[in-house]
């Protein structure tokens, strides 16, 4: 079993659309959670960082953390196709923030 | 782009032969990394740098050597190139001193062994 769990899709939702994107994982000692999103052929990029249960609010994301279930969230309001790329969950434990990453979730929002 | 470049940034080579990929930073941040990236694995670390000269290994080592002689510099070698090993590489680096401070991601390089 994987550290880090994600469902690889693909989604598709038509814009303007709620979009959640979902992680578990198995290791309690996870203290650092990230999104990164990555285009096609390119690398990827931070999108949120959080280390502590709660959300978190940027713009129109939203990053959730559940410690106790060992569940993470990201939540993308009014989707634009913009955000068509895989999405990947992140997370590290310890001082050389050796990342463990989930497989990547495929969006496609369409017009 | 946190001033990070990965060189080559295709290549493609024959089972059995050295290949050296280079990653190169401007901010002089202390940490860096290697990731491979493969279909139905997302990004596994490789090896990782906490200094010059110093560095440890990730969870798919196996196969790969590093070397870190200059702040700015990190080289993944493959000794020996398997088929195994095509994959797209990235380069990160940690953006501050704190184990809070968040990674950045290079372009990424794609290589193939035939």
């Known amino acids: 079993q994987k550290e880090v769990e994600q469902d690889p899709g693909p989604l598709s939702v038509p814009e303007g659309a709620i979009v959640s994107l979902n992680c578990t994982y198995s290791?309690?000692?996870?203290?650092?959670f990230m999104w990164y999103r990555q285009y096609s052929r390119k690398g990827p990029e931070l999108l949120m960082y959080t280390y502590s249960s709660g959300n978190k609010e940027d713009g129109r994301f939203t990053a959730q953390v559940d410690k106790s279930s060992k569940y993470i969230s990201l939540f993308i309001r009014d989707s634009q196709p913009s955000d068509s790329a895989t999405y990947l969950c992140a997370m590290s434990v310890g001082t050389a923030s050796k990342l463990t990453f989930g497989t990547g979730t495929r969006l496609q929002v369409t017009l | 782009d946190a001033g990070i470049t990965q060189s080559p940034r295709h290549k493609v080579t024959e089972t059995g032969t050295p290949v050296t990929l280079r990653c190169h930073q401007t901010?002089?941040?202390?940490?860096m990394y290697w990731y491979r990236q493969d279909p139905g694995h997302g990004l596994r670390l490789i090896h990782y740098?906490?200094?010059?000269?110093?560095?440890d290994k990730g969870e798919v080592s196996d196969g790969y050597s590093v070397s870190r002689s200059k702040t700015e510099d990190f080289l993944l070698t493959l000794e020996s190139a398997t088929s195994s090993q095509t994959s797209v590489y990235f380069c990160?680096?940690?953006?501050?001193?704190?184990?809070?401070?968040?990674?950045?991601f290079g372009p990424g390089t794609r290589l193939t062994v035939l």
């Open positions: 740098s906490y200094g010059v000269k110093d560095t």
């Open positions: 901010e002089n941040h202390r940490y």
């Open positions: 290791n309690s000692a996870f203290q650092y």
């Open positions: 990160a680096i940690r953006s501050g001193s704190t184990a809070y401070n968040e990674q950045f």
